[in-house]
């Protein structure tokens, strides 16, 4: 099995791996053994939020395992986010000074004292978009985060940024799948040099997100599609030796984006940073730019139960 990793630079000259693990919908308890589990198959690049709820774990699962693997600190690049608050939800919107806060909060959970990427969760609220980009400029100059972003943004909420004269993100997390391929909001941060981040590769599998209160918009015909037979991507992965989860992340990066898979299963961790040992021909890789759905189903700005 190869678990050679790549990488590619962010906007700032920053070595960021290109598969990382993604912790969403793992509990605190859980995040540690999964951590270390995942640096010690390879990975170093690990990807958590305040919104998640497992910071504290993820941080235990590093310090483990970068002492089991005997690795620096600098081999692992660690993101987190700021939960920027939802008025909708009756949650008081996080001010400059609550966005520092915020990060120190991170770092004391994670036992850090800087993370390689911060970013904003999501592009609410408006009235508060500004202040908290201002303080995460503020806290990369500081020294606190080596890489500012953010996730969920589109062209409109990062022209935002352009127009006060702020500097742009270095990334921009995005749901990104065959079925939400969003060519144009990718083009323009191509054309921005914002590095793209894909999470939710995995939903046209039929066991995606299949748990009561996971949070997914897939419907019916969706799941039905992830689950026959003759499923596009079952066909791929039987031809190329793989899995189904390997044929999806392995388009992200061939479209040149990080990804961030995430699993419970040891196999399945080890499995899903195998992703260079092969290549989707051309004419797949055709075949799939035709399967683009449109909006996404993991996230919705009216909804974001299903950040991920």
Do not use: C
């Not at 270390?36 to 699962?61: C, F, K, P």
Request: no cysteine; proline share 5%; aromatic share 8%.
């Amino acid at each position: 099995m190869q678990t050679r990793q790549k990488y590619f630079n962010l906007t700032n000259n920053i070595k960021m791996p290109m598969v990382g693990f993604g912790t969403y919908l793992i509990p605190n308890e859980d995040a540690q053994p999964l951590v270390e589990q995942a640096i010690r198959s390879g990975y170093r690049h690990i990807d958590t939020a305040e919104a998640y709820g497992n910071e504290e774990g993820v941080g235990l699962g590093i310090k483990a395992a970068s002492a089991a693997v005997g690795i620096s600190r600098e081999e692992i690049f660690v993101t987190t986010k700021l939960w920027p608050g939802n008025e909708a939800w009756g949650q008081t919107p996080k001010t400059y000074e609550s966005t520092i806060a915020a990060l120190q909060a991170s770092l004391a959970k994670l036992q850090l004292d800087y993370v390689d990427l911060y970013l904003i969760h999501a592009p609410f609220p408006q009235t508060q978009r500004l202040e908290q980009w201002s303080a995460l400029v503020d806290l990369q100059q500081q020294g606190k985060v080596r890489a500012i972003g953010v996730s969920n943004f589109n062209q409109t909420h990062i022209e935002e940024i352009k127009t006060a004269g702020l500097p742009l993100p270095n990334a921009n997390q995005i749901e990104l799948h065959p079925w939400s391929q969003k060519p144009a909001l990718v083009s323009y941060l191509t054309k921005k040099d914002i590095s793209i981040i894909a999470y939710s590769s995995l939903v046209p599998l039929s066991t995606w997100r299949d748990v009561e209160g996971q949070g997914s918009a897939k419907t019916a015909q969706m799941k039905a599609d992830g689950a026959g037979a003759d499923s596009p991507f079952k066909l791929m992965a039987k031809k190329y030796g793989v899995s189904e989860a390997q044929v999806l992340l392995r388009w992200g990066i061939q479209k040149g984006y990080a990804v961030l898979p995430k699993s419970a299963s040891a196999e399945r961790i080890r499995q899903n940073i195998d992703l260079f040992s092969f290549e989707i021909d051309d004419a797949d890789m055709a075949a799939i730019e035709a399967m683009d759905r449109g909006e996404g189903v993991a996230w919705s700005s009216g909804d974001p139960t299903k950040a991920g």
